[in-house]
Structure formats: structure tokens, C-alpha cells
């Protein structure tokens, strides 16, 4: 496609505006980022607290088992000192044998019972241990996690400054277009709102191509273009061309 004008644009205009877009892009691209890099960050340290936490809630949950169990040891021994007292008392032999049985039974639950506790001991030191171990690396990597959370802001605000002072120079560069330029890129930038508006042109062998999507340019139009008599857009990817 051709652009007839009396006066060709300087496309040197265009370019420095086209690369200033495209440095705005990848600024918003990059802070576009930060949001879930941050919450990736902050969720890494929850995590490292809510697993500390489990471990902390789950010896606590033992130990009160612990206590319950010696409760129940301790009201056993209790019933059975009253029964070993009664034993001494009772007039026949069946009476006897029936209260002895009961005294060997609440021996067979009570050591049960401290069975349990002794495990339960053992799992309460296994996890005591655990968590210390893990405090100290949950430490070490909460410091570290941090130091890239104050990085990651320090990052931010550099790219919303240089967002800033990006969109200052556009603002600057648009103004001091041409006319005509301008409208020129305005259009193309309507068709193309994202990535690049222009295309150098490539010397393949004895001919030209696009840069952009490879496809050919006839002779006649490098002609042109090197003499400045008009503006080319590229037949295929519409982008502007030039040398």
C-alpha cells in the first residue's frame, strides 16, 4: 500500500517514537508482573508459618492427651487400691476371685495406657525436634523472602518511575512530530495496537524482504523508499517499511 504526500515524514521521528513505545511495553509488561510475584512470596511465608504452627498445635493436642491419659491412669490406680483394700475383706472365695479379676483387668488397661503415654512421649520429642529444625530454616528463609519482597518493591517503584518518565518523553516526542507524521502514525498504531508499527527492510541475495514477516518487496518500491518520494506498507503485515 501507498501513501502519496509531497513531503515524506522523517522516519527517523517514527522510529525513536516506536522505540519509546516499546520500552513503555515492556516496562508494564515487568509491573504487570509484580502483583503475583508478591503473592507468590507472601504465600511462601504463610505457608512456612502455617506449617510451623501445625506442628506446634499438634504437640500441644498430644500433650493434653498425655495429661488425659495420666488422669485416667491415676483414677485406675485409685479404684484398684480400693479394691485391693476390699479384697482383704470379702467371705467367699467367688467374691474374691471376682475382685481379683477386676484388679488384673485395670492393671492390663492401665499398662495400656501408659503404653500409650510412653509413645505418645516419643512423638512429642520427635516433633519437638522437627520443629526446631524448621524454625531455623523457616527463619532463614522468612529473611530471605523478605529481602526479595523489599526488592521486588524497590524494582516497582524504579519501573514506575521509569514508566513515568517514558510516557513524559512520548508525550515530548509526539508533540515535536509533524503533522502529517503524526497522523501517519496514528493510523498505524490504530492497526497495530500492539508490538512494532515498523519494518526495516532486508537485503535477501539481489532483493528485498520485510523484516518482519519475511515476504518480498519489489524492487521498484526500495527504489522509492531510498529516494524518499513516498511511504510503503508492508502487502502482508501491514507494517511500515523502510530502509
Known sequence: ??????LVPDLSLLLALEELDQKRKDVQERLREIPAKTERLN??????????????HSISSKEKSISSL???????????????????SVKTQKEYDALKFEIDQAQVERDKLEEKILLLMDEISE?????KREKLAGEAKKKELKQELGDLSTTEKTLQDE?????EQTQAQIQSLPEDALREYSRL???LPEGRILSKLVPIENAFSCSTCNSPVSPQIVVNIKKGLSLFRCEICRRLLYL
Open 1 to 6: 500500500m501507498t501513501t502519496k504526500q509531497s
Open 43 to 56: 504465600g511462601e511465608s504463610s505457608r512456612i508459618d502455617r506449617s510451623l504452627s501445625e506442628k506446634e
Open 70 to 88: 495420666e488422669l485416667d491412669c491415676k483414677t485406675s490406680q485409685s479404684h484398684e487400691g480400693e479394691k485391693k483394700v476390699k479384697l482383704n
Open 127 to 131: 516433633l519437638k525436634d522437627l520443629l
Open 163 to 167: 514508566s513515568k518518565s517514558l510516557e
Open 189 to 191: 498504531r490504530a492497526a
